[in-house]
């Protein structure tokens, strides 16, 4: 499975990539509707919710079917003030954080 994530971006909304392989299949979301319409499952996909403010995104991966209120997601911070900077949730790139909505992501601590 590729690291290399594809950036879906939607202001306003919560964007969600399912990774295969090199294949992702994409669509914005509202909070609302991804919990009630998961995303098929397809043994070894990830789910990618993304946030977005200003010039940060937050992506936040997890195994397909993981609730977004569950301690078991991977977040990285990208800011795109001057190029691209990355830094992880905690420091680490960890499944151990919770992706409920854009003031919980961005309130975690990143290095």
């Not at 499975?1 to 990539?17: C, F, K, L």
């Not at 905690?90 to 919770?98: E, K, L």
């Amino acid at each position: 499975m590729s690291e290399d994530w594809p950036i879906v971006s939607t202001p306003g909304r919560v964007s969600q990539a399912t990774i295969v392989g090199d294949v992702a299949v994409t669509g914005a979301l509202s909070n609302t509707e991804l919990r009630a319409d998961p995303v098929e499952t397809i043994p070894g996909a990830k789910t990618v919710v993304i946030y977005e403010t200003g010039t940060l995104l937050y992506v936040c991966m997890a195994e397909v079917g993981t609730a977004l209120n569950s301690a078991s997601w991977q977040i990285r911070k990208l800011d795109t003030t001057s190029g691209l900077a990355m830094q992880w949730a905690d420091g680490n790139a960890s499944f151990d954080n919770v992706a409920t909505d854009l003031g919980t992501v961005a309130g975690l601590s990143y290095s």
